[in-house]
């Protein structure tokens, strides 16, 4: 989908939401941690047969026909939104009306698609709908409707309409926000006497749609727009043009913002709860869609023998024994409370005898060598685990890994900035060139708001973007490691700080150390 594409075609109408869904193609998009990006391309086109496939930092477009059920299968995404349109970046004016006016001119334009994709998400979830009239109360606030209608003029309700929810993905990009500051109190005021005048005129006699603005705003329209106001202008310009009334606390569809300086999204999540909180997962560890593209970067096979010897709360263990439960799982760490967490973990996924639990040092793993097919790892450097400082038994660490893993076995290590320094400090520059990745060196931001993988298919490239993982290339990489050589590596974002999710094969004959 080009820069300032054009909204999907009005979908087919009928009666019936199961009927209506069926065999119909959306255009929706996915929130991706930062480096995920390239499982997540892969992810969409193998499981739900995606087309017109296109990505941004953070954000994967897609066009796909599969079913609900299948959708939450998704593993390495963060949200699920259902695409209402995708613009060119508003222009930045300091002048409320006009900005105002800009906005109503793209909802106004727009609206027959809005009311098709609205009608669409209805009906996926197997409502019944009318699409004569798509904008009747979604039937769960039927009854908050008619209690909060005689209070809508309250001082208190319509302060708290200035608060304007964040997205549950906050962390997902890490992008700059401006919060409201003094500067923006006559912007505040004259947003909330326009959005009264117009609630007033539409709540009598008005079958109006339960809706809540989740807004983010980022890079320079941020410093003159920040969120909040620029929600409430969109909150003012759908009940202006629809005649739908605005709820924070219970909407009945929630509408998403994302307007920087590169592009505008606006999409509806098609779930409340994100992908990324797993409902077999009782006390989350490493990040989830981190877990999985682990387990999805090192290939899983059936009759494998997986170890984590780093395991925690066994995280990566349930990511992958759920998706590829023909191998055989083992986890180990030192830790009591560690291994009982994993246990109580692994009982609420139902994966007890999938999984199995050993008490034991990482640098003197109980297992003959070359037993384990797959090393998935966590290197602990966070404030509580961490070996950093330990030069001494990093290299142990890594030694016991080589030993236990057979000939042609891959290991797939998280490491720290500094733990990825330490151990690839010694693979020549053009290796690490050739096999390192990262979504922020594979495409200019600056000139492009997105870019589309098909436009590329003629083109010879080793994006992995475009190749799932990349290709693997191991024939001329060295590493410290002795017999295990790097073939890849993605940069990710674990929230407040990055990471390497590193991968290796283990060849015949060790190679010498540089």
């Not at 009747?136 to 008619?146: A, C, F, G, T, W």
């Amino acid at each position: 989908m080009a820069d300032g594409e054009q909204p999907p075609p009005a979908l087919p109408t009928e009666t019936s939401g199961s009927r209506w869904t069926a065999g119909i193609s959306a255009r929706y998009f996915c929130t991706a941690g930062r480096g995920v990006e390239p499982f997540l391309i892969k992810e969409v086109q193998a499981r739900l047969g995606a087309t017109q496939v296109e990505y941004v930092l953070g954000k994967v477009f897609f066009t796909t026909s599969a079913e609900l059920r299948t959708l939450k299968e998704l593993k390495s995404a963060e949200r699920l939104f259902l695409l209402l349109n995708k613009y060119p970046p508003l222009s930045i004016s300091k002048n409320k009306g006009r900005v105002i006016h800009d906005i109503q001119k793209l909802i106004n334009e727009g609206s027959r698609s809005w009311m098709d994709i609205i009608t669409f998400w209805k009906s996926l979830h197997g409502q019944e709908v009318k699409p004569e009239n798509a904008s009747q109360v979604y039937p769960d606030s039927q009854k908050r409707k008619s209690e909060e209608e005689g209070s809508t003029n309250n001082k208190r309700q319509k302060r708290e309409q200035l608060l304007e929810t964040i997205s549950a993905e906050s962390e997902v990009e890490n992008q700059e926000r401006c919060d409201i500051s003094e500067a923006d109190i006559e912007s505040k005021l004259f947003l909330e006497k326009t959005f009264e005048g117009i609630q007033e005129k539409c709540v009598e006699g008005s079958s109006s749609f339960s809706f809540r603005v989740s807004c983010r705003c980022s890079g320079a329209l941020a410093k003159v727009f920040p969120a909040q106001v620029m929600g409430r202008i969109i909150g003012i310009a759908l009940t202006k043009h629809f005649g739908w009334k605005a709820d924070l606390r219970n909407p009945g569809i929630e509408i998403f913002v994302h307007l920087n300086d590169i592009y505008s999204v606006i999409g509806i999540p098609v779930f409340r709860l994100p992908l990324a909180s797993r409902a077999y997962i009782k006390t989350p560890g490493l990040r989830s869609t981190i877990a999985w593209a682990m387990a999805s970067f090192a290939e899983i096979h059936a009759g494998d023998f997986v170890l984590d010897p780093t395991c925690g709360l066994g995280t990566i263990l349930l990511e992958a024994a759920t998706e590829w439960p023909n191998a055989h799982y083992l986890g180990t760490d030192i830790s009591d409370s560690q291994l009982q967490g994993a246990y109580s973990n692994i009982k609420a996924a139902g994966l007890v005898g999938k999984i199995d639990l050993l008490k034991a040092s990482v640098t003197e793993l109980p297992l003959p060598p070359e037993s384990i097919s797959v090393v998935l790892a966590d290197i602990p450097f966070g404030k509580k685990f961490k070996i950093t400082k330990d030069m001494k038994l990093l290299e142990d660490v890594l030694q016991e890994i080589e030993r236990v893993l057979c000939v042609g076995g891959t290991a797939v290590l998280l490491l720290s900035q500094e733990l990825h320094k330490r151990i690839n400090g010694g693979i020549s520059s053009s290796a690490e060139t050739e096999n390192h990745n990262s979504i922020e060196s594979t495409s200019d931001y600056a000139e492009c708001a997105v870019i589309s993988l098909e436009s590329k298919t003629q083109e010879k490239t080793d994006s992995p973007l475009a190749q799932g993982t990349g290709k693997e290339d191991i024939s001329n990489t060295k590493t410290i490691l002795g017999s295990l050589v790097l073939v890849q590596s993605f940069e990710v974002s674990l929230g407040k700080t990055d990471a390497f999710m590193c991968k290796y094969k283990k060849v015949l004959a060790s190679l010498p150390s540089i």
